[in-house]
């Protein structure tokens, strides 16, 4: 995979600026007042109650032998079209918009930047499980590490994670649990999610993304390190040195969520050039 610089990149974005530094606080409100509340509070009771390490390597042994169809990106896509995101506690309408939103943020204010936009395009490409019959539970949301301690930066971390089979599991329920310290994120198990699934079917079909947004297709979801400060003590110097450029892509991926939906039919063909460059044909899924 190629590597790029951070040099003359713009972090914060206005491509889709809101009215003011409000609307932006308005993003991520997990709080009890939150209009999505019940739906997103359910989906994460489930999440912590379920996945841990023995969950989370049963379904990378369901998924990641490829063999649910093979789809080009764009046909995955419009799979999405009815896909809506119990997890998420900002929208309401379906995942394939917002991945075109998301693009288009990118694209305005990164231009020089291709990979950037078609990582915005797909990065969470991997909700298709949803479609297929996977839990939501273990499709979207943050993500977080199992065979170690839960931090206090996970979501909803006090009250959702009391029946999580690991928690009293004393080879998994300290600092370091399993896990050697900084032996990097590449050798740690994360809970079952889009990001992961997605990133493993593009490094299966040879995708020639650079490092960066593979990454940040991998951890975007990983809200405990690159927002909450945890986890540093399992990360490599090598994840450190990604996570701006994971910061720099949910900017784009949070703010850039609103109502107001680009036209598709007539940025298709953009993005199908990249698709054509990164990732062409059909992919195994």
């Not at 599991?169 to 997605?198: A, F, Q």
Request: glycine letters at 6%.
């Amino acid at each position: 995979m190629a590597t790029t610089t951070l040099e003359n990149t713009t972090v914060i974005t206005d491509a889709f600026k809101y009215k003011n530094d409000c609307d932006r606080e308005g993003f991520r409100d997990f709080s009890t007042e939150g209009q999505r509340f019940d739906i997103v509070y359910n989906t994460y009771v489930k999440m912590h109650t379920n996945q841990c390490v023995d969950f989370v390597r049963r379904k990378q042994d369901e998924w990641l032998k490829f063999n649910h169809g093979e789809f080009t990106i764009m046909e995955v896509l419009d799979l999405l079209d009815g896909f809506v995101d119990e997890a998420d506690p900002d929208v309401d309408f379906p995942n394939s918009f917002h991945a075109f939103q998301t693009a288009e943020g990118l694209r305005k204010d990164h231009p020089d930047k291709d990979w950037m936009h078609l990582c915005g395009l797909v990065h969470d490409l991997g909700k298709v499980m949803g479609v297929w019959g996977e839990k939501q539970f273990c499709t979207v949301g943050d993500t977080f590490v199992v065979g170690a301690e839960f931090p206090p930066s996970i979501v909803y971390r006090d009250s959702t994670f009391g029946s999580n089979p690991d928690l009293n599991d004393p080879r998994y329920n300290t600092k370091y649990g399993m896990y050697e310290p900084n032996c990097g994120l590449d050798n740690v198990l994360i809970s079952w999610g889009h990001d992961e699934y997605m990133y493993q079917v593009l490094k299966h079909n040879k995708s020639t993304l650079p490092e960066e947004a593979m990454y940040c297709i991998r951890f975007h979801s990983f809200y405990p390190w690159h927002t909450g400060g945890d986890y540093d003590h399992l990360c490599s110097e090598k994840d450190q040195k990604m996570m701006k450029w994971i910061k720099l892509f949910n900017k784009h991926d949070l703010y850039t969520k609103s109502p107001d939906f680009p036209n598709i039919d007539e940025i298709k063909p953009y993005y199908q050039s990249l698709i054509d460059k990164y990732m062409p044909g059909k992919l195994k899924f």
